[in-house]
Structure formats: structure tokens, C-alpha cells
């Protein structure tokens, strides 16, 4: 019985390890969508969305029917637990990478935001991609180092956020006011998708050490 138990904990830490490349395969696609206003991309993710959700639900179903049936302690009830959490945090960052490709759709063939924004938003979009791969590893393998990397990297997407802020509130800015809500919109995508990443990462940082670092605001 306990080698089914730890057999199906194994199933759950690799189920979220799957459920992230998913969605740092759709964060890749939708940056790439939304920088390069690229409708095929962006209908990708808009598509497979429901594969993330799909797995999502699997993996709650599997760690629910471990607490009913294995009724764990301990750290195999903090992995179990966790990852319900973790699994609901990936979900939405499915959500988010979809989102963002669906700006890119609505303003085919338009880029979504004014030219002098669009380096922010390079910048931005590339940094989610790195968190969402350092991700995978860190879901992977546990290796705390990554949870810091992952939190710096949000730093730098927390950055550039408030700079498209100043940016559409400042006296200089042009844009018509559908430019103004999009790059808002945008813009929120990215840093949500940032912050979820961090959630996770001081989830497993726990996890490995035990150690709870309270979540941003």
C-alpha cells in the first residue's frame, strides 16, 4: 500500500512538471503572437487551452482521491495540498498566456500596442518566458536556487509594469483610448503571469526547506 501511495505522489509531482511545460509553451507562443502580431500563434493558444485545464483537473482529481484514501501527514500532506495550489496557479497562468494571444487576435493585423511601447513589452513578454521555463526546472528538480532566480526575474516584470503605467498616465501619451485600455490590459497579463510563477516557487521553496516566505501583495 505504501509503495502505491508514493507511486501516485510521483504521479502528481509529474503531473505538474507536465502541466508547466504546457504553459510555458503557451506563454511562449502568446508573447511571440502579441510582439510579432501573429494570428496563427495566437489562435494556437487560444485553442489549446483546455489542454492545461484538462490536465489541471486531472491532477486535482488524482491529489483529491489521495487525501480521501491514503489520508496523508506530514510532508506527503504539504506535497498533496500544494499541489492543489500549485496546480490552480498553473491553470491561470494558461489563462493568461490565452489572454494576451487574444489581443493579439483582436487587433489582427494591427500590433496591440503604439510603437513606443513595444521594447517594454519585448522585454516583459521575454523575462515570462524565462520564468515559466526556470518553472518546469524548479518543479522539476527543487532546486531552491531557481525560486530566487524566478522571484528576481518577477522584479524586473513588476519594473517594467509600472513603466507602461507612468507611461499611459503620463502628459506626453497620444494613444486613442483602445490603445490606452490594451496596453493597461497587456500589461497586467504579464506581471499576473509573473506573480503566479512566485506563488509557486515559494510553494516547492517550502516544500524543500520548510521555510515560508509570505507571498507579495
Known sequence: MREVFQQELREVQDGLVEIATLVAQAIDKATRAFNESNVSLAEEVIADDHLIDQRAQALDELAITILARQQPVARDLR???SALRISASLERM???????SQLARYRFPDKVVPKSLRPTFHE???LDV????QLVELLRTQDVTIADEIRNKDDQVDELHLSVF???LGETW???ATATVDATLASRYHERFGDHAVSIAQKVLYL???DWV????
Open 79 to 81: 506535497i498533496t495540498v
Open 130 to 133: 524565462e520564468v515559466a521555463r
Open 166 to 168: 507612468e507611461k499611459v
Open 208 to 210: 524543500a526547506t520548510g
Open 124 to 126: 516583459m513578454g521575454a
Open 174 to 176: 497620444k494613444g486613442e
Open 94 to 100: 494558461g489563462d493568461l498566456a490565452m489572454h494576451i
Open 214 to 217: 509570505p507571498e507579495p501583495a
